[in-house]
Nanobody
Framework: QVQLVESGGGLVQTGGSLRLSCAAS????????MGWFRQAPGREREFVAA????????DYTRSVQGRFTISTDNAENTVYLQMNSLKPEDTAVYYC?????????????????WGQGTQVTVSS
């Protein structure tokens, strides 16, 4: 079983950048497909980005393509989400997730391990 801890959230102005980290413990990240999701107040959780178990396939939701980058560091057992050109609509709690169910997942139901979340607030 893997444990996930996110960090790196905060308050940033429109156009700014943040890098979120998701540190895993218990098992190697290479055993899982990894994803980032977010949930804004009053809205459902939505998919943001994911990397397949092999690391060979990366998916993004359309609204973040070209602005966000997901990456993994197996030596550090950490997944990152680099977020550039941030917009107020990116404001949400961001969650890291791991899946032992699928090799590639873009919906929440694919994932069986979740972090506690980190708040990202983008001011206009």
């Amino acid at each position: 079983q893997v444990q996930l801890v996110e960090s790196g959230g905060g308050l940033v102005q429109t156009g700014g950048s943040l890098r979120l980290s998701c540190a895993a413990s218990g098992r190697a990240l290479s055993s899982y497909a990894m994803g980032w999701f977010r949930q804004a107040p009053g809205r459902e959780r939505e998919f943001v980005a994911a990397v397949s178990r092999s690391g060979g396939v990366i998916d993004y939701t359309r609204s973040v393509q070209g602005r966000f980058t997901i990456s993994t560091d197996n030596a550090e057992n950490t997944v990152y989400l680099q977020m550039n050109s941030l917009k107020p609509e990116d404001t949400a709690v961001y969650y890291c997730a791991a899946s032992s169910r699928v090799v590639r997942g873009t919906t929440g139901s694919h994932y069986n391990y979740w972090g506690q979340g980190t708040q990202v607030t983008v001011s206009s």
